[in-house]
């Protein structure tokens, strides 16, 4: 019968402990491939213009999902509207970056990690 120290210095018990545990490691990172996908799918910015005229939310790649504009716009003149949905669709965008950046960044110290 062997030495229960033995079981530690056979290479193919070794090798086989080694393959469970890079096995275990993979699994988790594609649990977390799996999780950073479905959170970057979810992604949506939101922005309000300072004055309420406007709403916006973007999906995490910069498409317009919904635009909302108060009843007040329609005093406004038409380059100020203008200007006003540009650069409050921008200010969506860059909370959606943000927020993909946070889902990168988990993803990132879950790989790491």
Not at 51 to 75: F, K, N, P, Y
Not at 86 to 98: K, P, Y
């Amino acid at each position: 019968m062997r030495a229960s120290g033995a079981v530690r210095d056979d290479p193919l018990s070794l090798d086989a402990h080694r393959f469970d545990e890079t096995m275990r490691r993979a699994r988790g990172h594609a649990a977390a491939l799996d999780r950073a996908a479905v959170a970057l799918a979810g992604v949506r910015g939101r922005a309000q213009c300072p004055r309420g005229h406007a709403e916006a939310v973007v999906d995490g790649r910069g498409g317009l999902d919904q635009l909302w504009l108060a009843d007040s716009v329609i005093r406004l003149p038409a380059d100020e509207v203008g200007a006003l949905i540009v650069t409050t669709v921008a200010a969506a965008w860059r909370d959606a970056q943000r927020r993909r950046q946070e889902v990168i960044a988990d993803l990132t110290a879950n790989l790491a990690g």
